[in-house]
């Protein structure tokens, strides 16, 4: 799509006709994740297979044959990879954040209307500090980046290196050099593996060091002062930490009743460590330093009195950065970051002290680490302490210190006095109910293992219990003090500084019902494992006879789950030839995949089960809505795809979306399919032949086995209940055929018979 260049001042108007309606300060108190919005850009809705032609055609006849067989290669990757970003569900467009990019570029090439029109700015939803621009001109922004910029101006700067990277074709001319080092076309003719990696760095050093000073020059031409670039250079230096950095206070989780241990927080964290000009041998970029004193030295001294630091606004700039700080609290927790998440929010807390949605995202994210630890797998979301620097350290080592039943009682209980702030949430009552129950079947001995009495309740009837309180203080003599200490000291034991932790949560009378009837469940589960040998095996014989029962019924006549209805989120399609280099056969994929959504429906209706496509290939440009659905189900699976791979069982951490789709689609069916097409490639096809010459019987078996290809297809077809985040369903087969209508036909429609039918 091309950009259509519009006056400064109605855009600065849009902009804030949408950031002041849309995202006032009440907005960040309820805050929602950001979301698209308008006409979805054609650069989303156009085939990729259109644009590799149209870039396909504009190579020049003048190249050289290898340059435009490289960049032939080059547009028809780079093209359905880019689409692959596109609907990943990161991309944003038309949305506050995007709205003001796209203003900043207005006003950095103001000058430049031509080529302002030929640019699209798009927002990643990333915490990533970084940017990048395609060959065709579309240049992605990532919120982690936009979260660490501290005035407009710096943000230009970086608008304009990327643009030169646009108008000098640099990620086109990066692959073609890369090309001809792995060929070892003339200068890189004979060099060492060793050596042709180094060249490849150095050309792409090179390329940066060109959009440094290009892009300097395109700043220049602006009203944007250069006052404020060194921070530019500080930015990346220190992009690894969060966005700012401020003691994690003790007191934070803590409670009247829920103190920790002096273990559990540092003393002193690990220092940031000062820039250096670290070995930049095998890095893309020249170093940081260099950078700097290379730019600062093109700006000279002079005074910059007559440009600003912002020329859309400050308050809009302030604006667009506080939602991408507040886009990668949820963030970090969609990509199972915790700790990141937690510290994230506590740094936006320090403004907003109430915020619902930053404190649900903490509670979001301990219940995330409960639920790894409870499984073992707490390592996988947990990156180690020392490889932290700065204050967030502190939050890594509190969570390294605590044990499992330690961190699932102090997520139950900062998610239960969250869900008495805010009783009527859903999602917070879901939580708490988890967590209690997890903290009782997994950890609870007996209702002892915590106290609906205060320590110093507890304490004082523990020694008037112990009959040595007999007499006033101070006619106490040695050893009844020496009694009174050991139990004072008994209860003081770092094992007891969570047994106090819901004294305030028993007064609630479900509370108390819940813990009762979670324990009274672990002890009937406990009563089985306890079972005689005898008792035991005639169970499992019971269970396994049940068991292959089912198996035997679902081997029959399918799974039949009695399902009505599903949506299937963008049906794949993968064509591979293993003979070739280039292995992925992209058009094909394309094409097979947009007959694959007509069969699905045929097949579907053959089945009588209604199914709805959301998919890349079927959106027109009002379809805004479904878009933004399609992109949160790309997150969705993502996150319980990498839960399964884990082993850990979790529930839904974003219960109103969830409930919003099942209501808006009609079910809470939705499911993963696809197809995989390979031609292999055949081996020792000449021993096959010439060996079938000695024994000529066995010549027609053998000129078979040569001339015709061998083809396997694979498939899978996942269906997840949406509102508990768990599998009902799953296919996975090898078919040792080729991808004919029919395989797919006949796949397809056992798949949705299986979901349709009743027992």
């Known amino acids: 799509m091309r950009y259509q260049y519009k006056p400064a001042l109605g855009s600065f108007i849009l902009f804030y006709l949408l950031s002041f309606s849309s995202f006032a300060q009440d907005t960040f108190n309820n805050y929602k994740p950001l979301q698209s919005s308008g006409q979805i850009p054609v650069d989303f809705l156009q085939l990729s297979s259109e644009k590799y032609t149209q870039e396909k055609n504009a190579i020049s006849k003048s190249d050289k044959a290898f340059d435009k067989r490289a960049k032939k290669d080059f547009f028809l990757e780079s093209s359905f990879l880019i689409r692959d970003l596109l609907y990943s569900g990161r991309v944003l467009f038309n949305d506050p954040v995007s709205v003001y990019i796209n203003q900043v570029a207005d006003q950095l090439l103001a000058g430049n209307p031509a080529l302002r029109g030929k640019i699209r700015f798009y927002v990643v939803k990333s915490p990533s500090v970084n940017a990048f621009a395609t060959n065709s001109g579309m240049i992605f922004i990532n919120l982690g980046l936009i979260s660490q910029t501290e005035t407009e101006s710096q943000l230009a700067f970086i608008l304009s290196h990327e643009i030169t990277h646009y108008l000098k074709k640099h990620v086109v001319s990066q692959y073609v050099e890369d090309k001809k080092i792995e060929k070892g076309k003339k200068l890189y003719r004979s060099l060492s593996s060793e050596d042709k990696l180094l060249s490849r760095t150095n050309y792409s050093k090179e390329l940066e060091t060109e959009a440094d000073l290009e892009g300097l020059s395109i700043f220049l031409q602006s009203n944007y002062s250069t006052r404020q ?64 004193a290379y730019i600062l030295s093109k700006i000279g001294k002079g005074a910059d009195t007559i440009k600003s630091d912002y020329l859309v606004s ?80 502190q939050v890594y080592h509190l969570f390294e210190r605590l044990k499992g039943k330690e961190l699932n009682a102090l997520a139950l209980k900062y998610s239960l006095d969250l869900k008495r702030k805010f009783p009527t949430d859903v999602a917070l009552a879901q939580l708490s109910d988890d967590l209690l129950k997890a903290l009782v079947v997994k950890h609870c001995k007996s209702e002892d293992d915590f106290s609906a009495k205060p320590l110093s309740e507890v304490r004082q009837g523990l020694i008037e219990a112990s009959l040595v309180d007999t ?26 500084f969570i047994k106090y932790a819901f004294v305030e949560d028993f007064k609630d009378e479900a509370f108390a019902k819940n813990f009762d009837k979670y324990l009274q469940e672990k002890q009937l589960s406990t009563q089985e494992r306890n079972e005689t040998k005898k008792q035991k095996r005639s169970r499992l014989r019971a269970e396994n006879k049940q068991k292959a029962r089912q198996e035997r019924i679902i081997s029959k006549k399918g799974a039949a789950l009695g399902i009505d209805k599903v949506v299937m989120i963008n049906p794949a399609y993968s064509k591979i030839d293993q003979r070739k280099a280039k292995s992925i056969r ?36 009002s379809d805004v ?135």
């Open 229 to 292: 670039l060194n921070g530019v250079f500080d930015m990346l230096q220190y992009a690894y930490l969060p966005f700012d950095d401020i003691p994690f206070k003790k007191s934070f989780f803590e409670s009247e009743h829920l103190q920790f241990p002096a273990t559990c927080f540092l003393d002193k964290v690990k220092a940031i460590a000062p820039p250096t000009d670290k070995d930049e041998t095998e890095s893309t970029h020249p170093s940081v330093e260099k950078r700097r």
């Open 314 to 393: 400050k308050a809009a700039f302030l604006q667009a950065r506080k939602i991408a700080r507040f886009e990668l609290s949820h963030l970090y927790l969609t990509s199972l970051r915790y700790e990141k998440a937690i510290y994230n929010s506590y740094l936006l807390l320090q403004e907003d002290p109430n915020n619902l949605y930053l404190q649900k995202n903490i509670a979001k994210a301990l219940y995330g680490l409960t639920k790894y630890a409870n499984e073992e797998a707490f390592n996988s979301v947990h990156e180690d302490e020392e490889r932290i620097e700065g204050h967030s350290q």
């Open 471 to 496: 007499t006033e203080a101070a006619q106490r003599n040695k050893y009844q003090k020496i009694a009174i200490d050991q139990l004072k000291t008994q209860t003081e034991e770092t094992e007891y």
């Open 586 to 621: 992209y058009l094909d994929s394309e094409s097979a995949e947009l007959k694959l959504n007509e069969q699905i429906q045929k097949n579907a209706q053959l089945a009588k089960l209604k199914v709805d496509i959301i998919s890349d290939n079927t959106l027109q440009s």
């Open 625 to 759: 809505n479904k878009f933004n659905d399609y992109a949160f189900l790309r997150t969705w699976i993502r996150e319980h795809i990498n839960h399964l791979d884990a082993s850990v069982t979790m529930g839904n951490l974003d219960v109103t979306s969830v409930q919003e789709l099942v209501a808006k689609y009609g079910t809470k069916y939705y499911c993963w399919t696809g197809f995989a097409s390979v031609r292999e490639k055949k081996r020792m096809k000449a021993a096959v032949f010439f060996g079938s010459l000695v024994f000529a019987p066995t010549i027609p078996y053998a000129l078979y086995y040569v001339t015709m290809p061998e083809y396997d297809t694979y498939y899978y077809s996942i269906v997840f209940d949406l509102t508990t985040g768990k599998p009902v369903f799953q296919d996975i087969q090898f078919i040792d055929k080729r991808n004919s209508r029919d395989v797919i036909n006949s796949t397809v429609y056992n798949t949705f018979y299986q979901l349709k039918n009743k027992r």
